[in-house]
């Protein structure tokens, strides 16, 4: 079952790709764009407890 739901989500996601390629890319820039977000604000703590 794990293994269906595993090329399942696989197949979405590249149907997801070739389909809609703008949609899919601004997704995984506002994911690059989270994870910057959350590293700033992660430098910014640790560098105010010094």
Not at 27 to 44: D, P
């Amino acid at each position: 079952m794990k293994k269906f739901l595993k090329w399942g989500a696989v197949a979405l996601l590249v149907f997801f790709v070739v389909t809609q390629p703008a949609d899919a890319a601004g997704v995984v820039r506002s994911l690059g764009n989270g994870l910057v977000n959350i590293a700033s604000g992660m430098s910014a703590f640790v560098t105010n407890l010094a």
